[in-house]
């Protein structure tokens, strides 16, 4: 800590006290003695502010330790924040959005804690998902965070066919409803293709996607999207095992999921429940991709202010 100096002060110039005046003299020689108490006095007047300061500055750090903390336990055991990076879960999330998981719904695991740390198998608390839970996982190869609807419990057959989900032999209920428009992102076309591509009334360019409804056996509904007969429309019928989910994409021909085998950067396979991180609970933010750092005023043109605070 930088402290600065003290000055001591005399009470004049040097040769102004004059030997044959003894009637100046005295005065002047008083004047120095109580000069010189005074300068010895001040000095350690200034002590008490140095320990001033001191405290204040513990304080601050005692307040930084404890912010630290109420953080890590916040984002260990209540929530974690989570940002959209693709396109695989519209259309109910877009790429851009912000949102929040919670972490007590499925209890806690080594994927709850903040860094991942390994501690060994198992769930505290551990509950199984509900069928259409939007979870964040850790994907079983890599282990980094994705985003997938539950379609599949423990024990449930699930299977494909013309695009259509069958579980436990029966087909979930579909379908279709208005097209799905989103205006194209800053140097991005409709990655679908270019036939999705549409004129707004704006003059700009968007992506018009065909949208169904789907509803659940436990009557939770949302909408998808299908653009049509893909390969991964028709696949065989998978049981899934105990401990396992089967997870999929809204966006049904552009999402990497549970209908592909576990491989990096690419499908998850059958996902292990101990591998939940949280369910996506609501959006703190969400932005259309065209703000600029060095342009402040895009920070707030960017913002989708009207998906701000939507359940999910």
């Excluded at 079983?140 to 013309?162: E, F, H, S, W």
């Excluded at 991964?232 to 989910?245: F, M, S």
Aim: charged letters at 25%; glycine letters at 10%; proline letters at 8%.
């Amino acid at each position: 800590m930088d402290r600065g100096p003290f000055g001591r002060g005399r009470g004049g110039p040097a040769g102004f006290v004059q030997d044959s005046v003894n009637t100046v003299n005295t005065p002047r020689t008083r004047a120095g003695a109580m000069n010189d108490t005074v300068s010895e006095n001040a000095a350690p007047a200034a002590e008490p502010k140095a320990g001033k300061k001191k405290k204040e500055e513990g304080s601050f750090l005692w307040f930084l330790v404890k912010l630290v903390v109420v953080v890590l336990v916040f984002r260990t055991f209540v929530f974690t924040s989570f940002v959209i990076p693709s396109e695989s879960m519209m259309p109910r999330l877009l790429e851009g959005d912000y949102l929040f998981a919670a972490k007590w719904p499925y209890g806690y695991s080594r994927a709850s804690l903040p860094l991942d740390i390994n501690i060994g198998s198992g769930r505290l608390f551990g509950h199984l998902p509900k069928r259409g839970d939007v979870v964040i996982f850790k994907h079983p190869v890599d282990r980094v965070d994705y985003i997938k609807r539950v379609i599949g419990l423990p024990g449930d057959t699930v299977q494909m066919v013309a695009g259509q989900i069958v579980l436990n032999g029966k087909p979930v209920p579909k379908h279709r409803i208005d097209d799905f428009v989103l205006p194209q992102r800053p140097n991005e076309g409709c990655k679908a293709g270019v036939q999705f591509t549409v004129k707004l009334e704006d003059g700009r360019f968007g992506c018009r996607y065909p949208r169904y409804h789907e509803t659940l056996p436990n009557g939770v509904g949302y909408d998808v999207l299908d653009l049509g007969f893909r390969p991964q429309d028709v696949t065989p019928p998978v049981i899934v095992p105990e401990g396992r989910l089967f997870l999929m994409g809204d966006n049904r021909d552009n999402s990497m999921d549970s209908r592909f085998p576990p491989v990096a950067d690419q499908g998850v396979g059958l996902v292990p429940v101990d591998n939940l991180v949280g369910r996506a609970s609501f959006m703190f933010f969400s932005t259309d991709g065209t703000a600029s750092w060095i342009k402040p005023w895009t920070w707030f043109t960017a913002a989708r202010w009207n998906r701000i605070g939507r359940s999910i």
